[in-house]
């Protein structure tokens, strides 16, 4: 821009030099010179030979300086000094240079030097149409109300156009349409154009109308130019809100949460702006619990869940609602919402116990009613309906009625309050819903009893072992059975069954009724009675009474209170003296005399044991301790003495042994008188011997008429009870210097012994027994012990 300024600047002074020039020499050319050229030529284009139109020698431009001087900001024009041609020198437009429809012209000086001379020439700028009509605006926008009548005029936004004359605006024009029309009114200068309402509007039908006027020129070919043009149908209201149904039915289920939005109310209204806005309400006339449960936002017409939802309660709901715009006056649109409800399967069955027997006697008949049941369901259809059952494993059964979810609670087997005295019989009831639900009720049965069992004794036949010498009028030992039933019906008192073949023992034994601890009137002897048998019954106190009894098998066990008995020597005055003479000349293990002695007990009481207690000469003589048998150790010799005298000490093996002594007199003699005095004495022994024999015989026909009563006694006894019981009693006579003894007998499967001074081999001392017991291997079983 600077550089401009210098040049326009340079230029001014250079014409107002040469102007000077002019009028300081008073010398001027005045010649002018018209040409027309159109707007928008190319540059460079000849616009007329000026040098030749002036009469200026071609030859001498150049000499004489021939230029355009020009006092305009721009230099549109330049002549050529070689030809003396005039040329655009810059593209001209014509509406920039001249404002207007009139003629424009641009007035040029052409000057020459030598002589200074100055040419006018008028350079006409004819219009070419190269401009569109323009609007001052791309858009012009009205708002009209639909109750505004037609004939009404809106000014519309004139157009512009740069060209002149017949390129000018010519005419307007506007889009086809309905409702409106075009009026142009022309003033001075311009042509206004008017838009003409010529048919009424609605706006519920057309809320908004696009035209477009289109202004056009007179060229050729013709320009245009074209305005968009917005008519706003302004509302009014003219239309109530409308809803789409005139009923709404709808379905939800019970129990939704509540502030949930269940139906979304859609009214519309054609007008706008107030006119269209809605309110909903619900109308008045409803019953007041469907205002606690359902409540409309009147600006959403949202209608949410005010309260619980309940199917069982009321199934259907049916709301007026109300939409109400707010022109002025306000109108009102109607319509209906039924709100069914659908089931959910939200209650559990429910069991109710009309009757109930809480006691049952054990003797009830199998379909035995205990209980009436009612199940109900709050629900309905599927989810009401409704399966029963005992979940529990119990003797009961549930038996419908004719009517529909009556039950009866029924035995369906033989109750026994021993084995189950109490049932807790649960009940489950369960819907047919989705997911089902279910109710359980228990019951508390309890079973009564009755008197269906007899007292029992866990073991039958009892043993008792009774060691003898017992306290007269003391308890030796008690019995005791049990009863599975209750109260009365277990209380036992006890009895002895009096008579029969041991009706004398019988009446020395008591019995305790309550408790049942038998006690001896007597003290027994096991020498005089070794076994003894009786029976006991028990009975309960039911009503009728019931009763068992038990053999009762007594055993007595020996005491050692009896000492030993010297049956050889015996003197004439019963004292245990003997004299035995023997020769000088017999050997070593000579029998001299065999002591024997007798024990009225048995086992280690009555085992015997033989020892010297005194001997002259321990040398010459031996005692056996078993046998009782003295034999010489040594042969005699001269210098022995002929007599010797040995004190012999019997003792038994009870645990406070007994004793007794015998004397034996050996008298050692020459063989001849041994001879002569062995005729007396055999005939002595003989008398001897015979009274031994007739002791032995005495005493081994008593034992065997015990033994045979007894084997009698068991045998009947076997015969009448199912127990596989046998008693033997045996009398083993082991006379070996000691008459021995010992007592089998057997009890089911198991034999015992009780021993004299020798065992049998294989036999095994029972501890607990007081060392009198022996089990023995029996040949049918295993052997076992009696319990004590």
């Not at 001087?69 to 810059?90: I, Q, R, W």
């Not at 350079?123 to 791309?138: A, G, K, L, M, Q």
């Not at 004939?151 to 409702?179: E, M, V, W």
Request: glycine share 6%; charged share 25%; with cysteine.
């Amino acid at each position: 821009m600077g550089r401009d300024k210098q040049s326009r600047t340079r230029e001014k002074c250079l014409f107002i030099f040469h102007i000077g020039l002019l009028l300081f020499f008073g010398k001027q050319a005045f010649a002018q010179i018209r040409y027309s050229i159109p707007e928008e030529v190319k540059e460079g284009s000849a616009v007329g030979n000026v040098a030749k139109d002036l009469g200026l020698e071609i030859t001498s431009l150049s000499d004489r300086r021939f230029r355009v001087v020009s006092g305009s900001k721009e230099t549109f024009f330049e002549v050529n000094p070689d030809n003396g041609a005039l040329y655009v020198h810059k593209k001209i437009d014509r509406e920039e240079l001249c404002q207007g429809s009139g003629a424009c012209l641009m007035e040029l000086k052409i000057l020459v030097e030598n002589p200074l001379e100055m040419h006018y020439v008028i350079v006409e700028i004819t219009d070419v149409n190269d401009h569109s009509p323009s609007f001052p605006e791309r858009e012009q926008r009205f708002e009209i109300g639909e109750q505004t009548l037609p004939g009404k005029r809106f000014q519309l936004h004139t157009a512009r156009d740069p060209d002149a004359g017949i390129n000018s605006i010519c005419t307007y024009t506007l889009t086809a349409n309905n409702h409106f029309e075009v009026d142009i009114r022309q003033s001075d200068e311009d042509k206004i154009p008017f838009l003409v309402l010529k048919k009424s509007l609605d706006r519920e039908q057309k809320d908004k109308h696009t035209l477009q006027v289109t202004a056009v020129d007179g060229g050729k070919p013709p320009r245009s130019g074209t305005l968009n043009v917005s008519i706003i149908v302004l509302d009014s209201n003219d239309n109530r809100p409308i809803f789409s149904q005139e009923i709404y039915q709808i379905e939800i289920q019970e129990n939704v949460p509540v502030g949930i939005s269940i139906f979304q109310m859609n009214a519309t209204d054609p007008d706008e702006g107030t006119n269209s806005e809605i309110e909903y309400s619900l109308g008045k006339t409803l019953k007041k619990k469907v205002y606690d449960i359902f409540e409309l936002d009147k600006l959403t017409g949202k209608i949410r869940v005010k309260g619980a939802v309940d199917y069982e309660e009321n199934d259907v709901y049916k709301l007026d609602v109300e939409a109400s715009d707010k022109g002025t006056p306000p109108l009102t649109g109607e319509c209906r919402v039924i709100i069914k409800i659908k089931d959910v399967n939200d209650n559990p069955p429910e069991i109710e116990v009309t009757s109930l027997s809480n006691t049952v006697s054990e003797d009830s008949k199998p379909g035995t009613v205990i209980s009436l049941l009612s199940v109900t369901d709050k629900d309905s259809g599927v989810n009401g309906n409704i399966i029963s059952s005992i979940t529990s494993d119990v003797p009961f059964e549930l038996k419908p009625s004719y009517k529909e979810n009556i039950y009866s609670v029924v035995t369906k087997g033989f109750l026994d309050r021993e084995e189950v005295s109490h049932y807790e019989i649960t009940i489950k009831a369960t819907d047919c819903g989705e997911p089902p639900l279910s109710t359980f009720k228990t019951l508390d049965i309890q079973i009564s009893d009755v008197n269906d069992n007899s007292p029992h004794f866990d073991q039958n036949p009892l043993q008792f072992y009774l060691v003898e010498n017992n306290v007269a009028g003391g308890s030796i030992f008690s019995v005791s059975a049990t009863d599975n039933d209750l109260n009365d019906n277990a209380a036992i008192s006890y009895h002895i069954v009096r008579g029969g073949s041991q009706n004398d023992i019988m009446s020395f034994l008591n019995i305790h009724s309550d408790n049942g601890h038998i006690s001896a009137l007597k003290s027994f002897d096991f020498e005089t009675l070794k076994t003894f048998q009786f029976q006991v019954v028990a009975t309960d106190s039911g009503t009728p009474s019931l009763s068992s009894n038990v053999t009762v098998n007594v055993f007595i066990l020996d005491q050692n209170d009896n000492a030993p008995v010297i049956l050889y020597p015996v003197s004439s005055n019963g004292s245990a003296e003997g004299v035995e003479e023997i020769p000088r000349n017999v050997n070593a293990g000579h029998l001299v005399t065999k002591v024997r002695a007798y024990d009225a007990d048995i086992g280690y009481n009555g085992w015997l044991l033989f020892s010297l207690q005194d001997v002259t000469d321990h040398s010459l003589f031996g005692l056996d301790r078993y046998t009782g048998q003295i034999r010489t150790l040594r042969s005699f010799t001269e210098t022995d003495e002929a007599e010797h005298k040995l004190v012999i000490l019997v003792k038994d093996n009870g645990n406070v042994s007994l004793s007794a002594t015998a004397t034996v007199l050996v008298k050692v003699v020459e063989p001849k008188e041994a001879f002569a005095a062995s005729d007396v004495k055999s005939a002595t022994n003989d008398e001897e011997e015979n009274n031994v024999t007739f002791y032995l015989m005495i005493t081994l026909g008593s034992v065997s008429t015990l033994f045979l009563i007894s084997i009698i006694v068991l045998i009947a006894m076997q015969c009448s009870k199912t127990t596989d019981y046998t008693s033997k009693y045996l009398q083993e006579t082991n006379y070996d210097g000691t008459l021995c003894h010992s007592i089998q007998y057997r009890s089911g499967d198991k034999r015992y012994m009780l021993v004299g001074p020798r065992m049998s081999i294989g036999s095994t001392i029972v501890p607990g027994s007081h060392a009198n017991t022996l089990v023995l291997p029996d040949r049918r079983g295993t052997s076992g012990e009696v319990r004590l």
